[in-house]
């Protein structure tokens, strides 16, 4: 089975820094798009970055210029690095990645997610 598990969320102040880190296990063969998503209190779960297995990045308009989305697909791992943070990046924030993996001996491929993180940005 595969798991996404992702570290490094915290309460920071407002101008400050974070890098999240998401590492995924499992018997995988490789791990196509991987993706950071966030979802505050009462609002729906919003993409944030996402990289392809290429390097290929996209970010929605609020956080360009100030988050950097990358990969190392050594070690099956995704990082968010976030900088000049601001109270309305607070939430909690999720890892996605389709995985292609080996499950009872037949080889699939779906959509995982992690279990979250929370990032808190306030004075």
């Known amino acids: 089975q595969v798991q996404l598990v992702e570290s490094g969320g915290g309460l920071v102040q407002p101008g400050g820094s974070l890098r999240l880190s998401c590492a995924a296990s499992?018997?995988?063969?490789?791990?196509?798009?991987m993706g950071w998503y966030r979802q505050a209190p009462g609002k729906q779960r919003d993409l944030v970055a996402t990289?392809?297995?290429?390097?290929?990045?996209n970010y929605t308009d609020s956080v360009k210029g100030r988050f950097t989305i990358s990969r190392d697909n050594a070690r099956n791992t995704a990082y968010l690095q976030m900088n000049s943070l601001k109270p309305e990046d607070t939430a909690v924030y999720y890892c996605?990645?389709?995985?292609?993996?080996?499950?009872?001996?037949?080889?699939?491929?779906?959509?995982?997610w992690g279990q979250g993180t929370q990032v808190t940005v306030s004075s």
């Open positions: 990289i392809t297995s290429g390097g290929r990045t």
């Open positions: 996605n990645a389709d995985v292609s993996y080996l499950r009872d001996f037949v080889r699939r491929r779906s959509d995982h």
């Open positions: 499992g018997v995988i063969f490789s791990i196509n798009a």
